[in-house]
């Protein structure tokens, strides 16, 4: 049976190739080297949509909602760190951001709230893949694993869109090449 944390697990995989991508850009930067500009609103629009508002969306909407009808805490425990810590997040990216305007970056700005993402998303992901998922495998029932599976797919479609996975994870490819 495939279970809604084996399918979030499988973005997780995507996102740390991004958040490898991400310190990638933020070295070079550092070494003063330059990093296109466009790159970096294409990773940002990564992280932003796919990380964000798809994956944490399936989380903070499908997921955890289950895992709290199932007795979990939403202010408290593992939900509730990860709801922490996707707040943190946005804000590191918010700061990555706004340091963005148009054809210009600020580098400082970028690196630094880049690097810091990034040591919180593998920390987060870490702590989800083998603490909380788990636990909620254990806890949701095979029909709510489905019941799950479903609305993610719908999520992806109604909040995404159909075939915006699949393009990102073409320029994850092609920034593995270019980056990695």
Request: charged content about 25%.
């Amino acid at each position: 049976m495939k279970t809604a944390s084996q399918e979030l697990i499988h973005e997780h995989e995507a996102i740390l190739v991004a958040l490898a991508i991400v310190e990638k850009m933020s070295k070079l930067f550092q070494s003063e080297k330059d990093v296109e500009t466009i790159d970096i609103k294409k990773i940002l629009e990564f992280i932003k949509v796919f990380a964000d508002k798809c994956h944490h969306g399936k989380e903070e909407g499908l997921l955890f909602p289950a895992l709290e009808e199932a007795g979990f805490s939403s202010q408290m425990g593992p939900v509730g760190v990860m709801l922490y810590e996707h707040d943190l997040g946005r804000g590191l990216i918010g700061k990555m951001s706004e340091s963005v305007s148009g054809s210009t970056v600020d580098k400082k700005t970028f690196f630094q709230a880049a690097l810091q993402y990034a040591h919180l998303m593998r920390g987060h992901i870490d702590k989800e893949n083998n603490i909380l998922f788990p636990m909620g495998d254990a806890a949701l029932s095979e029909s709510k694993q489905q019941e799950l599976l479903a609305k993610f797919q719908l999520h992806e479609e109604t909040v995404v869109g159909a075939g915006k996975h699949e393009e990102f994870h073409a320029l994850l490819n092609e920034f593995k090449v270019k980056y990695l």
